[in-house]
């Protein structure tokens, strides 16, 4: 008669793992984590494992957040699950658990290992959030370092309830998970300030780049300066020549003719055609004082240095009016005051050189020059009603058919080397507008004069 072989026993509870399968499984887990970094990565590796060691179905590791190191106003974040797979809204709505006194907080509240056989019927169950697993056997132990408590353990659903056993090596394991979550801690903290670091490295290397780009900017605006200085030194010393030459130099050759053509009529005797030589020479030496005096004051015109800006602005602009035909009209906002030389000359010039601009090249019937004064800055804007031009050409040198916009680019250098600001807004058609604004921090600030 054949026997038939015996039913299988049932299955119990899986057997406490010996200590050598301990000691085997943290130096398994030791030299897994030794090559992980991230702190979600050592967590991941060592739940799996203490899972495997204690027959939990599933688990979690939470780390504490909270302010000012007050847990309990602070909250549990699950940073590590095994064994459950919510969904992806689940574990966004429920992943941070305020620490209020329940079964699963009382680890960490009490800072103390908790085990129940069947947390579904423990009195201080709080109930569970939808679509979480039922819990019924539970074992909880807190993560500590330096005996800080910095978060928890949670197993559960063990076929046989916890055991003193199962708590010991979950606490093995929470002192070794806490040592390698500080390590993983701080290695996340060294490659943030790494690339904060190289961040700030960067942003120093891009702002030195810009500078040394502005100061190359400014070096090569500097040569235009110095070189315009010279281009303007040498152009006022021709003016000049060109005006003795043609001006002073011809009448007193005149003042000479007559004196001649006196000294010979008193030779001759005639007394008479004598004295008409020498009244026409004293008309041409009165000439000759009025042009030196009309040279003199464009070189630095003594009502700038009498009466301040506003005055010369006026006498400049009814000078252009007269030879031009231009009206020009000059007002003053603001309370002036008096400026230091170098300011007043500067400003002086570019109203000048503007104002001949729109005498001689600008087509125009208007040109209006507004200065204002305000604390610690001046402006002086010049516009016209003219046939304007494109702004884009205004700092080329240009050819002689372009001569109308010939020393705009030495207003703009004017200007920054007060440390100013220039803008300049035309477009053809529609007339031109000049601004320059200086400021005037440590100026006299003396009040001008009338004018």
Do not use: F, P
């Given at each position: 008669m054949t026997r038939l072989p015996e039913p299988p026993a049932p299955a119990g509870p899986p057997a406490f793992p010996e200590p050598r399968?301990?000691?085997?499984?943290?130096?398994?887990?030791?030299?897994?984590?030794?090559?992980?970094?991230g702190?979600?990565?050592?967590?991941?590796?060592?739940?799996?494992?203490?899972?495997?060691?204690?027959?939990?179905?599933f688990g979690f590791v939470g780390l504490i957040r909270a302010p000012d190191n007050d847990i309990a106003a602070g909250e549990l974040e699950i940073v590590a699950i095994h064994g459950f797979h919510p969904a992806p809204s689940f574990y966004f709505d429920h992943r941070v658990i305020p620490l209020r006194p329940n079964i699963f907080n009382r680890v960490i509240l009490e800072d103390r290992p908790?085990?129940?056989?069947d947390a579904a019927s423990d009195p201080q169950r709080v109930g569970q959030p939808p679509g979480h697993p039922l819990v019924q056997a539970f074992l909880g132990v807190p993560l500590r370092f330096d005996d800080v408590p910095i978060g928890m353990i949670g197993l559960a659903n063990r076929a046989a309830p916890y055991e003193v056993e199962h708590e010991r090596l979950a606490l093995t394991y929470a002192s070794l998970i806490a040592v390698l979550v500080?390590?993983?801690?701080?290695?996340?903290?060294?490659?943030?300030?790494?690339?904060?670091?190289?961040?700030?490295?960067?942003?120093?290397?891009?702002e030195l780049a810009q500078a040394r780009d502005a100061l190359a900017e400014?070096?090569?605006?500097?040569?235009?300066?110095?070189?315009?200085?010279v281009d303007a030194q040498e152009g006022e010393?021709?003016?000049?020549?060109?005006?003795?030459?043609?001006?002073i130099n011809q009448l007193l050759i005149g003042a000479m003719l007559e004196l001649t053509s006196g000294q010979h009529r008193v030779e001759a005797g005639q007394p008479d055609a004598a004295v008409t030589a020498l009244a026409s020479a004293r008309e041409i030496l009165a000439e000759v004082e009025t042009e030196i005096r009309r040279v003199v004051h464009d070189l630095h015109p003594p009502v700038l240095e009498g009466l301040g800006l506003t005055a010369a602005l006026r006498d400049v602009a009814d000078r252009v009016q007269a030879f031009s035909g231009v009206r020009c009209q000059v007002s003053v906002g603001g309370r002036p005051a008096r400026l230091a030389d170098r300011t007043e000359i500067s400003l002086y010039r570019i109203v000048q050189e503007a104002l001949q601009n729109v005498a001689m090249h600008a087509r125009a019937t208007r040109a209006d020059v507004r200065v204002d004064f305000t604390p610690g800055e001046v402006s002086v804007t010049v516009s016209d009603d003219g046939r304007g031009f494109d702004p884009s050409l205004a700092e080329r040198r240009f050819e002689p058919a372009d001569r109308r916009h010939l020393g705009l680019g030495s207003m703009r250098r004017r200007v920054e080397s007060l440390g100013g600001s220039w803008s300049l807004d035309s477009a053809p058609g529609r007339g031109t507008t000049l601004c320059a604004r200086i400021v005037i921090e440590g100026e006299t600030g003396q009040v001008a004069g009338p004018g």
């Open positions: 399968d301990q000691l085997d499984a943290l130096t398994s887990l030791v030299l897994e984590v030794s090559s992980q970094r702190v979600g990565d050592v967590l991941d590796v060592a739940l799996r494992q203490c899972l495997s060691l204690t027959g939990s179905e908790v085990r129940t056989a500080h390590n993983a801690q701080l290695y996340e903290q060294l490659q943030q300030t790494n690339m904060w670091l190289e961040r700030l490295v960067e942003e120093r290397t891009r400014k070096a090569s605006r500097l040569q235009a300066v110095l070189s315009d200085t010393r021709r003016r000049i020549a060109e005006d003795v030459h043609d001006g």
